[in-house]
Every structure is written in C-alpha cells, then in structure tokens.
C-alpha cells in the first residue's frame, strides 16, 4: 500500500509515535511543507571591531546602515563597502550590543554606559550625545511622539521619556512632557518595544505604557505579574507584536494578552540545545518576508543556531549558521558603478542582481559575523527533514519512496526498529531515479525517513509517499 506522509509541523517535544516531524533544519516553515534557508553572504569589508548588530536608517529617498561595537559606531559605506568609524570622540566603553531605534530623521543609539547617541541623517559625519540631560539608558524605542528609554546602573528599573517631538528635551517641568517612572515591581528591565504603545518586559512582569496626556501623561498597566523576559537579546517586534523567551519558554504579546508559543512544541528541546553559559549572548530579528521571527544563539556543540518561528501559520524550524548576531535591515542603494566593490565582475556576483539587496530602503534580513555585515542571500544550506514514527501495527517493509519537492527531488534514508526502545540506525542516503522513485528496502514495525531535499532551486518540500507491504512470517 502507498502511504503519503505530510510534513506537518516540527514539534521536537513530542514523541515520533506522534507522527510529529523530528527534524526540520536548515528549512524555514510555510504553508505547505518547508522552503530553503539561504546561507550567509558577506555585505561590507571588515570593521576595526567585532561587530554586534546592524541598523538601517531611512529617511526620505536615502537609507544609512550602521552598526556598532563595542567602543565604536560605524557606518556602511555604499562606494567600497568599508566600515567608517563615525564614534564620537574618544569612542566607548560598553560590552552589551546597541540598542537602536529612529525618531524623525534622528537615529539614537543606547548601549548602556554612554548617554543617548544620536545621528541626524542626512547632515551629521560623527554620533553624538543627544543632549547634556539625557539618560545613560540600556534600551531605547519610540512609543508615539516620544523617545522612551529604560534601565540605567542606578535605576534598572527606571523608564523616561522625552518631551513631545523633541528628542533632545529631558528634563522635566511644567514646560515639558519630559518624566519618567519607575516599574515597582517585575525586577530590572529587560527590554522595551514601541509603537501607538510602549511594552516594558521586566524580569518577572511586563508593562504596558499607554499615553493619557498631562498631568501623569503615561499610564502604566501591568500586563502579566509572575511572567517576564528572560533574555534582552531574546526580544523582537514586528508591527503590534513581540516575541520573547521567558523562563519558561517562547511567547508572544499584542499589547493585551500574552501567549505562550513554544509550549509543548520546542520549549524543551530549546534548552536542551541552548548554552546556558552563552545565553547572553542571544540576538533575534524578523525576517518580514518570510514572516518568520528568528532567534540566534551559541548552542551546546560549540556552534550557533536559528531558532525560527512563522507567527501566522504558528510553525517552526530551525537551522545553524556561522552568524554571531542577527538584525533586521534595510539596504542601502548600490550603483552599477559601486558593484565593483562587491566582486571583480557582475558574473561572478554571489548574489543575483534581482535580489533586492542592490535596492535601496527595502527590507532584508542580516546580521554580523565578526568585523562584516552579512545578508542571508548566499546558497541555500542543506536542508534535513526527518518524520515521526511510520506504522506502529503490523510489520511491514519499505519498499519505496517518492519525495515529494516542488522543483527539486530529495535523497531519502531510512531507519526501522521492532520496539521503540531499540536505537535508531539510519542507512545510507539513496539518490532518486529518473522517475523521482528511491528504492528502498527495510522492515520493522516503525519507520523514519530522513529527507534531504535537492535541486539549487527547489522551493518547497511538501511529503514523501512511501510503498509499505506487510511482511511474511515463517
């Protein structure tokens, strides 16, 4: 009989016998099955530093693209892709990756340790304080017409925020808006998200800052008083949405309620997986095109891996990279001109000229890997889909099987057991025929196929239909 096996989601924190998929690496997760994950590409020349996150500020018809270390700002430059050093004088002294947000035509940058830095584009050449008055905040965004910062060393629990459209206002008075609050309880801040609201993620509780006008100007309402953010690094927003890792695990809050994600599914299998000595170390973006939320982090084998989530069909996968840290970002505009910094000729680009790397202000998904800016736009990796438990009844043989891959096929292994306390032992790998069938032959009770997809431009890898026939006794 001929049994298709779909691939559903990827729930690791389940047994096999569910049917649940056991293995989805390097694969970003759809409707349908799953899709390729590109690898890196470098995007600029090497840094004076270890860079630690990527910013890109668009203003206008103009898009700048920073990034920082930890004593110095630096910004892309679009002719030869170099790293310039634009630090205000005598540079920094922090060791916690910029937080970055834009208000206006003013990006700000907060690291912690120096006040609020400030790039006006389109006119300054270095970073600057943004004013004499302003904090030396951790964390940084936007919440309507105020910058709103949190967390200095002597008040981590400490929110403030600007005057109404003056980002260079911070003193408070009967001739400003400028105040700030302190969060009472819920522990040191660990992070905020703006927007029409602010949400203040707390280490044991999380806030929403909402603007009521004078006198208090903000109110503030405690979301959830026993659940909190774990991780600063762990925190991404895309829209009204935040994504996060608490204690416990992965949730996601609107702003009113806050719901668990990972529960059941890949909670556990994250702290398996995770170093916790290295958590620190975590960054997260959104990849809005593939509608996935990615969390990056040094794993238990000495590596990095994505950890990826699709908020709208609520399925996940995730992958391995050499990346140190991931970021959302936009492109800055390349001339034909300036491709020449990019590679000796445009047939040797490793990136397609359709890619909408080479536009400028459009949306793209990066990170850093040591002193470079890098773009999730080079070859895709190996992809490993692995299935949960065939059969379970009778004993049968696997005869056949029959990936099914939208413009590509798959090598198919297969592992099978009587009891389901015996070990897993996959064969080797078997190539499609001409009529896209991989032989097979292998018998026991339960069954697992590991499907690696192929093909340099496959898109989708959807099921594999598989010939069971019972097998004969003696």
Same mark, same amino acid.
């Given at each position: 009989?001929?049994?298709? *096996?779909?691939?559903?989601?990827?729930?690791?924190?389940?047994?096999?016998?569910?049917?649940?998929?056991?293995?989805?690496? +390097?694969?970003?997760?759809?409707?349908?099955?799953?899709?390729?994950?590109?690898?890196?590409?470098? =995007?600029?020349?090497?840094?004076?530093?270890?860079?630690?996150?990527?910013?890109?500020?668009?203003?206008?018809?103009? /898009?700048?693209?920073?990034?920082?270390?930890?004593?110095?700002?630096?910004?892309?430059? &679009?002719?030869?892709?170099?790293?310039? +050093?634009?630090?205000?004088?005598?540079? =920094?002294?922090?060791?916690?990756?910029?937080?970055?947000?834009?208000?206006?035509?003013?990006?700000?940058?907060?690291?912690?340790?120096?006040?609020?830095?400030?790039? &006006?584009?389109?006119?300054?050449?270095?970073?600057?304080?943004?004013?004499?008055?302003?904090?030396?905040?951790?964390?940084?965004?936007?919440?309507?017409?105020?910058?709103?910062?949190?967390?200095?060393?002597?008040?981590? @629990?400490?929110?403030?925020?600007?005057?109404? @459209?003056?980002?260079?206002?911070?003193?408070?008075?009967?001739?400003?808006?400028?105040?700030?609050?302190?969060?009472?309880?819920?522990?040191?801040?660990?992070?905020?998200?703006?927007?029409?609201?602010?949400?203040?993620?707390?280490?044991?509780?999380?806030?929403?800052?909402?603007?009521?006008?004078?006198?208090?100007?903000?109110?503030?309402?405690?979301?959830?008083?026993?659940?909190?953010?774990?991780?600063?690094?762990?925190?991404?927003? =895309?829209?009204?949405?935040?994504?996060?890792?608490?204690?416990?695990?992965?949730?996601?809050?609107?702003?009113?309620?806050?719901?668990?994600?990972?529960?059941?599914?890949?909670?556990?299998?994250?702290?398996?997986?995770?170093?916790?000595?290295?958590?620190?170390?975590?960054?997260?973006?959104?990849?809005?095109?593939?509608?996935?939320?990615?969390?990056?982090?040094?794993?238990? @084998?000495?590596?990095?891996?994505?950890?990826?989530?699709?908020?709208?069909?609520?399925?996940?996968?995730?992958?391995? /990279?050499?990346?140190?840290?991931?970021?959302?970002?936009?492109?800055?505009?390349?001339?034909?001109?300036?491709?020449?910094?990019?590679?000796?000729?445009?047939?040797?680009?490793?990136?397609?000229?359709?890619?909408?790397?080479?536009?400028?202000?459009?949306?793209?998904?990066?990170?850093?890997?040591?002193?470079?800016?890098?773009?999730?736009?080079?070859?895709?990796?190996?992809?490993? *889909?692995?299935?949960?438990? *065939?059969?379970?009844?009778?004993?049968?043989?696997?005869?056949?099987?029959?990936?099914?891959?939208?413009?590509?096929?798959?090598?198919?292994?297969?592992?099978?057991?009587?009891?389901?306390?015996?070990?897993?032992?996959?064969?080797?790998?078997?190539?499609?025929?001409?009529?896209?069938?991989?032989?097979?032959?292998?018998?026991?009770? =339960?069954?697992?196929?590991?499907?690696?997809?192929?093909?340099?431009?496959?898109?989708?890898?959807?099921?594999?239909?598989?010939?069971?026939?019972?097998?004969?006794?003696?």
């Amino acid at each position: 009989m001929e049994q298709r *096996i779909n691939f559903g989601e990827w729930t690791p924190d389940q047994p096999g016998l569910t049917g649940a998929l056991q293995e989805a690496k +390097n694969v970003v997760p759809q409707v349908v099955g799953y899709g390729p994950l590109p690898g890196l590409t470098e =995007y600029s020349l090497a840094a004076s530093e270890d860079l630690t996150g990527v910013f890109s500020g668009k203003f206008s018809t103009s /898009t700048t693209i920073f990034a920082g270390g930890n004593s110095k700002l630096f910004k892309y430059d &679009t002719t030869d892709k170099s790293m310039d +050093n634009v630090s205000k004088a005598g540079g =920094y002294t922090g060791t916690k990756p910029w937080n970055w947000t834009q208000f206006g035509d003013v990006v700000i940058a907060a690291n912690g340790v120096e006040k609020l830095q400030a790039w &006006t584009l389109g006119s300054s050449t270095l970073f600057a304080d943004v004013a004499a008055a302003a904090p030396t905040a951790r964390f940084v965004t936007v919440v309507r017409d105020f910058v709103v910062a949190a967390r200095t060393s002597s008040n981590p @629990n400490r929110v403030y925020w600007s005057d109404i @459209n003056d980002e260079t206002d911070w003193t408070s008075g009967p001739a400003s808006q400028s105040d700030y609050q302190d969060i009472p309880d819920g522990g040191d801040i660990q992070g905020i998200t703006g927007g029409e609201y602010g949400l203040i993620l707390c280490e044991q509780s999380i806030v929403r800052m909402s603007y009521i006008g004078a006198p208090l100007f903000f109110q503030f309402d405690t979301i959830s008083s026993t659940l909190g953010c774990y991780e600063p690094g762990s925190i991404a927003q =895309y829209g009204p949405l935040t994504f996060f890792l608490s204690d416990d695990g992965f949730y996601m809050c609107n702003g009113q309620t806050v719901t668990p994600i990972g529960n059941e599914k890949i909670d556990r299998w994250f702290w398996d997986d995770v170093s916790p000595s290295q958590v620190t170390q975590m960054s997260s973006a959104v990849d809005p095109l593939k509608k996935i939320v990615l969390w990056c982090y040094p794993n238990t @084998n000495a590596g990095m891996s994505l950890l990826m989530y699709n908020w709208q069909i609520q399925r996940w996968s995730y992958g391995t /990279t050499t990346a140190d840290y991931v970021s959302s970002m936009a492109t800055a505009a390349v001339t034909l001109e300036g491709l020449d910094a990019y590679s000796a000729s445009i047939d040797a680009l490793e990136v397609s000229l359709d890619s909408r790397q080479w536009l400028g202000g459009r949306l793209l998904f990066g990170g850093t890997q040591d002193t470079k800016i890098v773009t999730f736009t080079g070859e895709n990796l190996t992809p490993l *889909i692995e299935t949960g438990d *065939i059969g379970g009844g009778m004993q049968t043989v696997v005869r056949l099987a029959r990936p099914q891959v939208d413009n590509g096929s798959a090598t198919v292994a297969i592992a099978s057991r009587d009891l389901l306390d015996e070990q897993l032992s996959f064969g080797a790998a078997s190539s499609p025929d001409s009529d896209n069938r991989v032989s097979l032959r292998s018998s026991g009770r =339960y069954h697992r196929l590991r499907i690696v997809p192929t093909g340099d431009n496959w898109r989708a890898a959807a099921a594999v239909d598989v010939d069971l026939v019972p097998r004969g006794r003696r």
